[in-house]
């Protein structure tokens, strides 16, 4: 049976070529339509780890999908879409905030399909943002 696709995938990848043939800046873009949509499909939701680590994966999924059909390396929105899944995470209440670090790794994850380079954009990336969540963890 084929797993049907998410509408976070959907969502991300068409933005993500609509923006392109505009001729928008994508390494802008990119940040804004992962932040936006992992906001708005973890509000609907049980913010579980679960369904946290499911968010970013779709948005990395879609943003690999989007960047391919747009004609772009991958590793090139790669790091600003990490940035765009956490800071949606962050957005979407506490709860999904102390789930950042998990949407983080996953984020990673579905990097690596992307390829190697990247996959070090992401870690890099990633770095940061997994220090920053947890400095935002200890004050609460």
Known sequence: MEKKESQVIRTIREALVKASEKGEDLKTKVTQITKDVVKKALEKTDQTQEKVEEAAKDAMQGVI?????AKVEAFEVTKQAAEGVV???KQAGAKAAN???QAAKA???SAKRAGDRAEEMAKEALKGLIGGTKDVLKKK
């Open 65 to 69: 999908e989007g960047a391919r059909e």
């Open 87 to 89: 800071e949606g995470t």
């Open 99 to 101: 789930l950042a670090e």
């Open 107 to 109: 984020t990673l994850e």
